[in-house]
């Protein structure tokens, strides 16, 4: 079929034509209005206890640190993590993953980096989420040494290493989605009204004469 094929498919067929434009709108409507999301980021590196002798932190790490990072964050992603953050003031949804060099079906986790994100509505949220998912992070990094048995100065800690809680807008491609949705609309309007000529030509064949 050619182009002028499909343009007379759409003008015999009013109604799936209105039908696809005015899906097409509430659409567009949607995405022109969509609200604001805010996002605050940060990424935390585990680092070895503190040294009499003077050494970088950042120049080398223990497998025993890249461990600390990898159990943190499977715990903060639990059920249990995110239900102590939510005890702790936490309102919003977050976001933890651990360094990965590799990809998902050969991950490579050999750096102690967790990145913790949250999303949400406000700037506020965004930040207060945030703050709390890292004041539980402390404390159960804190606790879980202390139960089993370091001393208090060869405890693991971390530092925040980049990002901030300063939540910024999450401003996205808004002008691909129109295009996206523009597309789609068009090709399924097209769509529609091709098969309904389709199925009028056949109910014409299939009649007496």
């Known amino acids: 079929m050619a182009i002028r094929d499909f343009g007379a498919a759409l003008r015999r067929h009013p109604l799936v034509t209105a039908v696809a434009v005015v899906l097409t709108a509430l659409a567009v409507l949607r995405v022109q209005t969509a609200p604001m999301r805010y996002e605050a980021r ?4 585990f680092l070895s206890p503190q040294s009499p002798f003077p050494r970088n932190s950042f120049a080398s790490f223990t497998p025993s640190l890249v461990t600390m990072a990898e159990v943190s964050s499977r715990w903060l992603d639990s059920s249990a993590g995110r239900r ?17 060099r590799g990809n998902q079906e050969q991950p ?23 703050l709390k998912v890292l004041a539980v992070l402390r404390e159960r ?11 208090p100065g060869s405890y693991i800690s971390w530092q925040v290493a980049a990002g901030s809680d300063r939540a910024v807008p999450v401003l996205g491609r808004p002008s691909r989605a129109l295009l996206a949705v523009l597309l789609i609309g068009g090709i399924g309007g097209t769509y529609a009204a091709v098969t309904a000529d389709r199925r009028r030509n056949r109910k014409s064949a299939a009649a007496p004469a």
């Open 108 to 130: 490579i986790h050999d750096q102690p980096y967790l990145t913790l994100s949250v999303t949400a509505g406000t700037p506020a949220k965004a930040r207060g989420t945030l």
């Open 141 to 151: 990094l804190r606790r879980q040494q202390a139960v089993q048995g370091a001393r």
């Open 42 to 45: 940060t990424v935390v590196t």
């Open 84 to 100: 102590a953050v939510r005890s702790a003031g936490g309102t919003e949804a977050f976001q933890v993953l651990l360094a990965n």
